[in-house]
């Protein structure tokens, strides 16, 4: 029993920790730095190092 | 009802046979933590694309050319706006720019808020400058001549995930590097107030241009739904395949174990105890293991993800030709969570019993002999 409640222990406080980082990332400022870009960049596009398959073919003939 | 010794006896018998049942916890939490760390990934990177499509126009028109992008004029502008539900037509300069020192494609945006000799850069087209000495200007190289630009400012680095290959020009300036006319345009951005006429309006501007795409907000928005799609079709398959596996190899192992603890579990069916009580000791120990070993994948596929960046497997979403240093937004999906603990867990438990159970019903005079 003592191991159990030692284990529920770690795993509670590995997870408040975790929730707690998740609380503290600053998705807020986050969405607003993306939606102030995307007025810029109306029609947003991941940014990938290739665009298309084209693009790589162009790059590294295959 | 299980009594708190019973319970303990368990637990001590776990820790006395460590060593066999390291195997299943290590590769059962390396199965949740690659499961996990993916769908997290595409979660994140969703959740971020998702939002930068919110000030998207209606429908976004791009014109081809014998299967190839091609430029539009101001025809396409009067002719587009023309269109009843249509209140404004933008023309917008955007293109690739083929950077052909470190091999790499830049994407020019025409920005009219910008000066002439300045733009903005996205945190890893910066990089890949600074690397060959372009700090605060850039040589771009046309066919015609070159044209140096003061390097103005950076986009931030919350927004790697639309910016990191982004340049952003004056549309002239833009028109100038990607080498087009001052009249055209290479996407139009359609302004339909009305949201019930934005299907109508696309199939329209199709029908007076054939060779034209008209993508609407909804189409991009599930062209970024299927883009990071990971939890269905060949990769649920692939997810399937590898539990299966997992599952197969533990109840073969388990089997193996169980085996050689037949005078164990003989001993203890002589000294009073039923079948029913040998199969609640070994549940007991296995869920001890499969609850954390799923706990902890989980919590390590969090760490690895939201804390680390999840080096090496970000580079499988977003390439690592053009280095992007992309902090992902903590998701969470519970219902998936709870999904792969349904799958995961529960399948764990029941090809742990079924050996259990049958190494109990077998005839113990046989094991106690030997």
């Known amino acids: ?62 | 009802m299980l009594s708190k010794n019973f319970v303990e006896y368990a637990i001590l018998l776990l820790f006395k046979d460590r060593n066999d049942h390291l195997f299943s916890f290590l590769i059962f939490s390396f199965i949740v933590f690659i499961l996990s760390a993916v769908l997290f990934i595409s979660d994140s990177l969703q959740y971020d694309l998702t939002q930068s499509i919110k000030s998207q126009p209606e429908i976004v028109v791009e014109n081809t050319r014998a299967g190839r992008a091609y430029q539009m004029h101001d025809g396409f502008i009067y002719d587009i706006s023309q269109i009843t539900g249509v209140s404004s037509v933008e023309g917008i300069v955007d293109g690739y720019h083929y950077f052909a020192q470190k091999r790499l494609w830049f994407h020019i945006i025409g920005d009219a808020t910008l000066a002439k000799d300045e733009m903005i850069i996205g945190q890893g087209v910066q990089k890949a400058m600074a690397e060959l000495y372009y700090e605060d200007e850039f040589n771009f190289f046309t066919e015609e001549r070159m044209i140096r630009l003061k390097i103005n400012k950076r986009a931030p680095k919350g927004t790697n995930i639309i910016s990191n290959d982004a340049i952003f020009l004056h549309p002239n300036t833009a028109r100038a590097v990607l080498g087009m006319e001052m009249d055209e345009y290479s996407k139009l951005y359609v302004s339909v107030p009305n949201p019930n006429e934005v299907g109508n309006v696309s199939l329209k501007i199709v029908e007076i241009y054939p060779s034209a795409k008209a993508t609407t907000q909804e189409d991009a928005m599930s062209a970024v739904r299927h883009l990071y799609y990971y939890k269905g079709g060949i990769f649920m398959i692939l997810y399937v395949i590898a539990l299966v596996s997992f599952f197969i190899l533990l109840k073969n192992q388990i089997s193996l174990v169980y085996g050689e603890k037949k005078k164990e579990i003989a001993i203890l069916r002589s000294l009073g105890f039923c079948i029913k009580d040998i199969i609640a000791l070994k549940f007991i120990q296995n869920t001890v293991v499969s609850l954390s070993a799923y706990l902890l994948g989980v919590a390590v596929a969090y760490l690895y993800v939201f804390v680390f960046n999840a080096p090496y497997l970000r580079n499988i979403f977003l390439g690592n030709t053009l280095e992007n240093s992309i902090t992902f937004t903590p998701v969470v999906d519970l219902n998936l969570l709870f999904l792969i603990f349904l799958f995961g867990v529960i399948p764990f438990l029941a090809f742990v019993i079924l050996p259990a159970w049958k190494i109990a019903i077998s005839d113990m005079s046989e094991a106690v002999k030997s």
């Open chain 1, 1 to 62: 029993m003592k191991f159990l409640a030692m284990l529920a222990t770690s795993f509670a406080a590995l997870y408040l920790a975790l929730v707690a980082h998740a609380l503290s990332f600053p998705t807020q400022q986050k969405n607003q730095e993306i939606e102030a870009l995307s007025l810029r960049l109306k029609d947003t596009k991941p940014s990938l190092n290739f665009p298309t398959n084209a693009y790589q073919r162009f790059v590294y003939a295959f």
